[in-house]
């Protein structure tokens, strides 16, 4: 046997061994995805014969994500859909293009995915909704031709709602700081465009806008950075779940309590900081109504009904009046 008879003989071989991989790969994720069964609703979950849903979201331990989950969870009892919840950390297009692919592959009869921005994910979506599969974004959003619907605030409407709210407690001419989760997620950025167009409305400015990537430590960080690059500040807004509370002790900790404090939802550390008014105010979506809503639309997209392309849920103020007013009328 010549030498390049064994080197073809072992590129042949080599060649099979990759296929046999991939075959085996591609039937061993669509079985898995397919029979793993949680109780609670909280991880994998799928049984019978119902139609099979997928929500693809940032972190299940997260507050925020964790009544997303509950709500989709109640919908899919209601409406008899087994709905499995997959946890893709951050914006990592690649990886949440991936997930998207993967779920395509297995036939699950609709998907519910957060958004990011990038070609790779766009085409992931593309392909699943070629392929006769749903796509319903929540929470961020894609240009409305990709995906079937979205499902969740008006982002650049609750910015505007968080501005007004700034504006009526500072006065004309005042400097704001603002961090966000990500410049690249297009969620932030609709809420940072509303959010600034009110403020300059009454002539106010941001100063400059800094990134915390979803840590407390980086939230915490960038406090001190805009503190020190811009002394004269009249307020800190966070534009993530997790940043108000990491400004407020910061501050708190700095002796700046003279620059107020405003955030985006209600977890329990945010709810404490306005109890304690080290936060000024909280503007709060409605997680729960969020993922309940999107599995009901799935549900009526199915049994031909007229469902809207945009499905806006609605958003709330709190301060330590009407907080405190709510959890008095609830005793």
């Known amino acids: 046997m010549t030498r390049w008879t064994r080197l073809w003989l072992l590129s042949a071989l080599f060649l099979v061994i990759c296929l046999i991989i991939t075959i085996v790969q591609f039937f061993w994720t669509d079985k898995t995805i397919g029979s793993l069964v ?23 331990q997260d507050e925020f994500w964790n009544n997303i989950h509950k709500g989709a969870f109640e919908a899919g009892k209601l409406f008899g859909y087994t709905v499995e919840f997959k946890d893709v950390p951050g914006d990592k297009q690649e990886e949440l293009a991936a997930t998207v692919n993967r779920y395509r592959i297995a036939h699950v009869d609709a998907i ?27 929470d961020s959003d894609l240009k409305s031709t990709i995906r079937s619907a979205y499902v969740g605030s008006y982002q650049t409407g609750a910015g505007m709602f968080l501005g007004q709210m700034v504006n009526d407690s500072i006065s004309m001419g005042s400097s704001v700081g603002v961090i966000v989760e990500r410049k690249s997620s ?22 400059d806008v800094y990134e915390s990537n979803l840590s407390i430590v980086a939230s915490i960080a960038q ?18 779940n997790t ?26 550390e945010t709810l ?14 409605q997680p729960y109504q969020m993922g309940f809503d999107a599995v009901r639309m799935i549900s009526d997209k199915q049994e031909g009904k007229l469902t809207p392309s945009d499905h806006y849920t609605s958003v ?9 007013a709510q959890e008095e009328g609830l005793k």
């Open 316 to 324: 709330k103020s709190f301060t330590k009046k009407s907080l405190i």
């Open 272 to 285: 404490q900081g306005i109890r304690e008014g080290i936060i000024e105010g909280v503007l709060v979506q």
């Open 38 to 60: 949680s109780n609670d609703g909280r991880s994998v979950v799928q049984g019978g014969d119902q139609p099979h849903v997928v929500l693809i979201g940032i972190d299940s």
């Open 186 to 207: 297009i969620q932030q950025m609709k809420r940072l465009d509303g959010f600034a167009s009110v403020l300059a409305g009454m002539g106010n400015s941001i100063a």
């Open 223 to 240: 406090t001190e950075r805009l503190v020190n690059d811009f002394p004269n500040l009249k307020a800190i807004v966070g534009l993530s």
């Open 112 to 138: 519910i995915v957060r958004a990011t921005e990038g070609r790779v994910f766009e085409d992931a979506v593309r392909l699943a909704e070629r392929s006769g599969i749903p796509v319903i974004t929540i």
């Open 243 to 268: 940043d108000a509370p990491a400004i407020a002790q910061t501050l708190k900790r700095l002796g700046r309590t003279d620059i107020k404090v405003y955030g985006f939802d209600e977890s329990p």
